[in-house]
């Protein structure tokens, strides 16, 4: 793959341009897993998640001026600002029920959206509209494309250096470029960490692709709180990667979802959008895989409207 010819002064320029990752131990998650976690949390990342990894890494290599992607709005805004740094155009397309304070973050960052109801139109089919308008855009994937993958390595890379070895990271998982780049870049390290997925129950396409083998594509857009998860399958390049290099993928249900939130929030005083509290949710949901281990949650962004986290938070 073009991923594996990456150079290492590219990896670098990406490293150089972003925010590391924030470590943060708390006790009291110990107690909730019964193990020893550690949250990597990208929610101070640029743009609020670690989608400006793989936006910058994608937009620096790109030759167009114009680039154009769909996304359900972390990477909408982390292109929108990885473009504006390069004095680059970037047109997002985005379902009309986003999160408003995604949809105007890609504004705020100098991005164009274009919102589609997606029961009528696709997502695919909008951006397959707007690269026959602008024949010299770039399309960009927010998570099936070599330099996506390579830009979310540099997570990896960075736990490979500052958490030293633990026996398990744990990541959300959705179109799958953070996990690819996740195992890809761990592999790079030399390190021994197995990589579990979390992916919501409704839209569980990734663990129904491993059991199976081959990849499955959901129905519809799933209708998950995890924004962040409600592709449609794994990307081609992504799942090229984690079919061998993924332990597994665990379910997670909505409520343990808003769970995971709810204890991020009040045991380790940290905002975290839905997408972002798989991990921690996979973890207690399975704590039997993880019970005396050493283990990394990904916390993969916090950008979520005040309504939603109000209401998950403010729930008994």
């Not at 909505?254 to 798989?278: H, Q, V």
Request: charge should be neutral; aromatic fraction near 6%; glycine fraction near 10%.
């Amino acid at each position: 793959m073009k991923f594996l010819e990456l150079s290492p002064d590219h990896l670098a320029a990406v490293r150089k341009a972003i925010r590391p990752t924030t470590l943060i131990r708390s006790p009291r998650l110990d107690e909730l897993v019964g193990a020893e976690i550690l949250i990597a949390s990208e929610t101070f990342q640029y743009t609020g998640s670690f989608k400006f990894r793989a936006a910058y890494s994608a937009a620096l290599r790109s030759p167009a001026s114009r680039l154009i992607a769909a996304s359900s709005g972390n990477f909408g805004q982390a292109l929108a600002y990885a473009a504006s740094l390069m004095n680059k155009e970037a047109i997002i397309v985005m379902p009309d029920n986003s999160a408003a304070v995604k949809v105007e973050a890609v504004k705020r960052f100098g991005g164009r959206v274009e919102l589609v109801e997606t029961k009528k139109v696709s997502r695919a089919q909008r951006v397959s509209e707007l690269s026959e308008q602008y024949p010299d855009a770039q399309v960009l994937s927010a998570y099936d494309h070599d330099d996506v993958i390579a830009g979310n390595s540099t997570l990896a890379a960075e736990l490979a250096e500052r958490a030293g070895e633990y026996d398990a990271v744990i990541v959300p998982v959705g179109g799958g470029g953070l996990s690819a780049g996740l195992v890809m870049g761990l592999q790079q390290a030399g390190s021994k960490m197995e990589v579990f997925g979390a992916e919501p129950l409704l839209a569980n396409d990734g663990k129904r692709s491993l059991d199976a083998g081959k990849i499955i594509v959901n129905e519809g857009e799933p209708q998950t709180i995890a924004d962040g998860a409600r592709t449609l399958s794994l990307g081609v390049r992504n799942w090229a990667i984690l079919h061998k290099g993924i332990k597994d993928i665990l379910e997670v249900k909505e409520e343990d979802i808003e769970s995971a939130i709810r204890s991020l929030f009040n045991l380790a005083n940290l905002k975290s959008e839905p997408t972002g509290g798989l991990a921690l949710g996979a973890a207690v949901a399975h704590k039997h895989l993880f019970q005396g281990k050493r283990v990394i949650c990904i916390v993969s962004g916090g950008n979520v409207d005040t309504e939603v986290f109000l209401r998950i938070v403010g729930k008994k």
